[in-house]
């Protein structure tokens, strides 16, 4: 939604109740896929209007994200990363390179403005990066990954679509999906918990050994 002076809503909110919750947001937890949003967007060389035209999102927002003084939703970084021709999950792993051992506790906040049911498990810039997915979700778009992936249901179902035919899956029930398939999913019951597991998109994977010498 664009307000009277243009500027982007993306949570549906009024830019004073958005700057209230931006305050609290950055009191309460750490702020660090900024940097790595900047680093691509330079990589790239593209200016904030050039990522702004792009996403939807205003400038001064997106200024706000590199320099982090504000944490997008999970929705509004998915734009930023589709606007910068990579993933959320990318954003988010390249957002610290510093770990190499990181205990993930139930409770530990994903780093993003609370999005519900939606937790990184991965933190850092490795090979592996994993989401998991609790509730009534729905992404709401077609995905296509360079790299495998691996859905795995822990508990009630869902729906998934994948090059033309559609799998419902259950509790127990895993889907494998090889680089470059184009697929959506849903969860389809309240309960329901999944476990998404891919290799990295910065990784070029291969599926032939290298050749002798190399």
Same mark, same amino acid.
């Given at each position: ?24 947001? %950055? ?8 940097v #790595?949003?900047r ?8 200016? $904030?209007?050039?990522?702004? #035209?792009?996403?939807? =999102? %205003? ?17 509004? =970084?998915? @734009? ?6 990579? /993933?959320?999950?990318? $954003? ?6 510093? @770990? ?10 994903? +780093?993003?403005?609370?999005?519900? +049911? ?7 810039? &490795? ?6 997915? /609790? +509730?009534?979700q ?6 296509? &990954? @360079? ?5 795995y249901?822990?508990?009630? #179902?869902?729906?998934?679509? !994948?090059?033309?035919? !559609? ?10 999906l %090889?680089? +470059?398939?184009? &697929?959506?999913?849903?969860?389809? /019951?309240?309960?329901?918990?999944? =476990?998404?597991?891919?290799?990295g998109?910065?990784? &070029? !994977?291969?599926?032939?050994?290298? %050749?002798?010498?190399?």
């Amino acid at each position: 939604m664009n307000d009277k002076d243009g500027k982007v809503d993306t949570d549906g909110k009024d830019e004073k109740d958005k700057d209230k919750d931006k305050d609290k947001d %950055s009191k309460d937890q750490p702020l660090r896929v900024g940097v #790595a949003v900047r680093k691509r967007r330079r990589a790239l060389q593209l200016t $904030l209007a050039a990522v702004s #035209a792009r996403s939807g =999102l %205003s400038v001064p927002f997106l200024s706000q994200i590199e320099n982090e003084r504000a944490r997008p939703s999970m929705r509004s =970084l998915e @734009r930023v990363a589709d606007a910068l021709g990579t /993933t959320a999950v990318e $954003l988010l792993a390249a957002s610290d390179t510093a @770990r190499t051992v990181d205990l993930v506790r139930a409770g530990d906040d994903s +780093g993003l403005t609370p999005v519900p +049911g939606v937790r990184p498990l991965v933190r850092g810039h &490795h090979q592996l990066h994993a989401l998991e997915f /609790t +509730g009534d979700q729905d992404a709401g778009r077609e995905y296509q &990954h @360079r790299n495998d992936e691996l859905m795995y249901v822990v508990a009630g #179902a869902c729906q998934v679509e !994948a090059e033309g035919r !559609a799998y419902r899956l259950e509790s127990g029930d895993a889907l494998f999906l %090889s680089g +470059g398939v184009r &697929h959506r999913w849903r969860a389809v /019951t309240e309960d329901t918990r999944i =476990l998404v597991v891919a290799v990295g998109e910065h990784i &070029h !994977a291969t599926s032939e050994p290298p %050749s002798p010498g190399r």
